[in-house]
């Protein structure tokens, strides 16, 4: 199921965005530990298409997805 | 040197992104369709499942459930379609500085410069195949051939999904067997006067002497035998970030059908005032008016004649649309849609060849004063200035169609 969510991002002098911080609707924030890979690639679960964030989250990796201009995560 | 080239068709453009952004319409037959109660109401493009079903693009929604009751018939969202072609030509781009759009969900991709055979477009070939599934999340069919017409009937030989190749060697099996009518050009009037003659396959148009074809279809004749010899020699456009504005036009299919002048009239001033004002935004005068006239049995034609000078003055295009229109129409059957474009086009700061009998100095103000209701119309709503002559009929007068989205199909060689 496609979930929008509110994410941090940093912009680096190139324009080029970096999640920081992803929050969840019942106020928990996960932080982005690391960014593995960012390419443009749909989710089927979801439902959509955007650049696709490939994240370190809580020592997990995760798909955060930007489909400009709004985020979005895959959630069962 | 030969080419090569790709057509790149998705497959049920509307359907399959309807689909991919609905997860729970996935597995079952689904078609995008138009507003019935605008009368809007056909298919414009369905899925794999409603395929099964042999339900058609262009077919009415009660005739489409006709032969599936659960169809799912979904609104279309061109927001959408607009992005994720546009992506898709991005995606095309990386290989080629000639990529040329036929419509929303059509592509050809010139590939002579970028490869070195055949074998290496192949590969590209299915790389951008599987770069469309997995970036975008739909699929495509992809034609690779010599030549525009040839690859554009490759990528419908093989759907969903797939690549086909067509080659000086095989052309002939796999090319000359299909039906006349897949053949760019070979509408319905044309393919029933080359089945008169015994004229059935691609094959046999491209076995006809070209005389012969000449002469029972004028020069599209020649044409056609060089399409299907795959001889067409026309080269894939270069890649533009807004294509040139050939023509300004505009429709609407009227939400009751149209019975007299007067309907008419009411009609193509609504479209005149659209189009006008879309000239004007972007920076045009047209020469030439066309109509198109669709009656409620969907029989259709297209007129066009010069105007008397370069225009963008509403009442002048009417003028010109209504003078088509009585000359060619006698109400054999209520009208259902009309269209009229503003084409042979030139730019607004273009010299101009005054007349004697034109009152030039009058003209100027009139156009100053459309440009006037452009500005009041930005500010204030496209209602708050209006002819009389719209509140006549308000169903039809105070349609907008400019900001309707309305696509229109282009012409190969336009």
Known sequence: MKKYVAVDVYIDEDGALHPVCVHWDDGRRFEVQTVIEARRAASLKAGGTGIRYRCLICGQERFLYYEDPKWFVDVK | ?414
């Open chain 2, 1 to 414: 040197m030969e080419r090569r080239i790709l057509h790149a068709d998705f497959n049920g453009f509307y359907a399959s992104v309807e689909c991919l952004l609905h997860p729970e319409l996935r597995e079952s037959p689904v078609a995008v369709a138009g507003d019935p109660e605008s009368r809007h109401g056909i298919i414009l493009a369905k899925n794999e499942y409603a395929k099964k079903f042999k339900i058609k693009t262009g077919e009415a929604i009660w005739q489409a459930r006709q032969k599936c009751p659960n169809l799912v018939v979904v609104k279309p969202t061109f927001g959408e379609y607009l992005k994720f072609s546009k992506l898709g030509r991005q995606i095309y781009s990386e290989y080629s500085d000639r990529v040329e759009a036929f419509g929303l969900d059509e592509n050809w991709i010139d590939l002579t410069a970028s490869t070195d055979d055949f074998e290496e477009a192949e590969r590209i070939a299915e790389e951008i195949r599987f770069r469309i599934k997995d970036e975008l999340g739909i699929t495509v069919s992809i034609g690779l051939a010599n030549n525009k017409i040839f690859a554009k009937l490759g990528s419908d030989m093989k759907k969903p999904d797939a690549l086909t190749v067509i080659t000086p060697d095989n052309y002939r099996d796999l090319v000359w067997n299909l039906p006349a009518s897949d053949l760019l050009y070979v509408g319905r009037s044309t393919g029933a006067k080359l089945f008169q003659r015994g004229i059935v396959t691609i094959g046999d148009i491209a076995q006809t002497d070209p005389k012969l074809l000449k002469s029972w279809l004028g020069k599209g004749g020649l044409m056609l035998h060089s399409f299907a010899n795959g001889l067409d020699s026309s080269e894939v456009m270069h890649t533009v970030d807004s294509n040139p504005i050939k023509s300004v036009g505009n429709g609407v299919t009227a939400p009751r059908d149209l019975v007299d002048n007067d309907d008419v009239r009411l009609t193509f001033m609504m479209l005149c005032e659209s189009v006008s004002a879309r000239l004007r935004n972007s920076g045009f005068r047209a020469r030439t008016v066309q109509i198109c006239v669709r009656d409620c049995e969907l029989y259709w034609f297209v007129r066009q004649k010069k105007l008397d000078s370069p225009s963008f003055l509403t009442d002048e295009l009417l003028k010109g649309a209504m003078e088509l229109f009585m000359a060619n129409y006698d109400w054999y059957r209520p009208i259902r849609s009309l269209t009229i474009a503003g084409c042979d086009l030139i730019p607004l700061d273009a010299p101009e060849q005054l007349t004697l009998f034109n009152d030039a100095q009058m003209r100027e103000r009139r156009e100053r004063a459309e440009y006037t209701i452009d500005g009041i119309r930005g500010r204030f709503g496209y209602n708050s200035v209006l002819r009389a002559l719209m509140l006549t009929d308000k169903r039809i007068g105070l349609m907008n169609p400019k900001e309707e989205h309305i696509i229109f199909p282009v012409g190969y060689r336009a």
